[in-house]
C-alpha cells in the first residue's frame, strides 16, 4: 500500500516536497515512481527510482528541478520540486512497479498506487 502526501498550494518558483509511505514487506524489493495527472489529460511520467536507490529517471520536462530519493529503512520514496512552474499542477501520484530490475516510464507498468496528492502552482 502507498500513502503520498506533502502536496499544497505554491507560488511560481516556490518548491514542495512529496512524500510517499509505502507499507508492506516487499515494496522495497521493487522500483517505485511518480506521475501526475492534470484535469482532462492523461497519467504522465514525472520520475522513477530502482529499488536499491540508483537507476533515478526523470521526464524531460522536471529534470533538474525535481529530485527522487527513497529511504528503504523508512520505506519512504520522496520527490523534491523546485522552480515550480504552474504547469505543474497536478495530482500527483506514488507507484510501484513489479519490474525489478528497471526503472520503466510508462504508467501501465506499475500495479499499485497511492491516492494522490495535489499541487497547485499559482501564477
Known amino acids: 500500500q502507498l500513502q503520498a502526501s506533502g502536496g499544497g498550494l505554491v507560488p511560481t518558483g516556490g518548491s514542495l516536497r512529496l512524500s510517499c509511505a509505502v507499507s508492506g514487506r516487499t515494496f522495497n524489493s521493487y522500483p517505485l515512481g511518480w506521475f501526475r495527472q492534470a484535469p482532462g489529460t492523461e497519467r504522465e511520467f514525472v520520475a522513477a527510482?530502482?529499488?536499491?536507490?540508483?537507476?533515478?529517471i526523470y521526464a524531460d520536462s522536471v529534470k533538474g528541478r525535481f529530485t527522487i530519493s527513497r529511504d528503504n529503512a523508512k520505506s519512504t520514496v520522496t520527490l523534491r520540486m523546485n522552480s515550480l512552474k504552474p504547469e505543474d499542477t497536478a495530482t500527483y501520484y506514488c507507484?510501484?512497479?513489479?519490474?525489478?530490475?528497471?526503472?520503466?516510464?510508462?504508467?501501465?507498468?506499475?500495479?499499485?498506487w497511492g491516492q494522490g496528492t495535489l499541487v497547485t502552482v499559482s501564477s
Open positions: 507507484a510501484r512497479t513489479r519490474i525489478q530490475y528497471t526503472t520503466p516510464t510508462a504508467p501501465r507498468l506499475y500495479d499499485i
Open positions: 527510482i530502482g529499488r536499491g536507490g540508483g537507476n533515478a
